[in-house]
């Protein structure tokens, strides 16, 4: 008797901390359909690079771009801020999956890098793209660790570079 309370209660401990939490659970179920579709609250996400700069295109007035033309040192906290935004940069979404594919992560250094190459279509100059990509430091390409409630269950820990590995509790890669 004494065995089998103990085996009930390790199964309800075991359900509670292994079972993945629903929040987490909408949340990736959100992101995947951010992921697959075209427009997210009514607005177009970009497909590619090249998809932001004609939407770009549409979206800015003409002093605006003549603006960008210029100089876009100013604009991380408001063009820049919009993209982020209006893009799902930060919950997901196809051009952030397009990023991340590349090795961007992070939502600002995303939005950087479409605003420099912008400006630099807009000069009709060759684009940086690549290098940009290439250029981040290790600590610009990898992303914030996601929360311990998102981790896939049965993992404790995870090691980042450029990409998340989980790992398990024997501590070999999954």
């Known amino acids: 008797m004494k065995y089998l309370i103990l085996i009930i209660v390790t199964l309800i401990l075991s359900n509670l901390i292994f079972a993945e939490n629903p929040i987490c659970k909408k949340e990736k179920k959100e992101t995947l359909n951010y992921i697959l579709t075209e427009k997210i609250d009514g607005i177009y996400i970009p497909k590619d690079i090249n998809d932001c700069f004609k939407e770009l295109d549409k979206i800015l007035n003409k002093e605006e771009i003549e603006l960008i033309k210029k100089d876009i040192s100013n604009l991380h906290f408001g063009l820049g801020m919009s993209i982020r935004n209006s893009w799902k940069l930060w919950r997901g979404s196809r051009l952030s999956k397009y990023f991340n594919d590349l090795g961007v992560y ?38 914030m660790k996601p929360p311990i409630r998102c981790y896939p269950n049965g993992i404790k820990n995870l090691h980042q570079y450029r990409s998340i590995r989980y790992f398990s509790d024997f501590g070999k890669p999954r």
């Open 106 to 143: 992070h939502a600002d250094y995303i939005s950087g890098i479409i605003l420099r190459n912008y400006q630099l279509y807009l000069l009709k100059k060759d684009l940086k793209f690549k290098e940009d990509i290439e250029s981040l430091s290790y600590h610009e390409i990898i992303s």
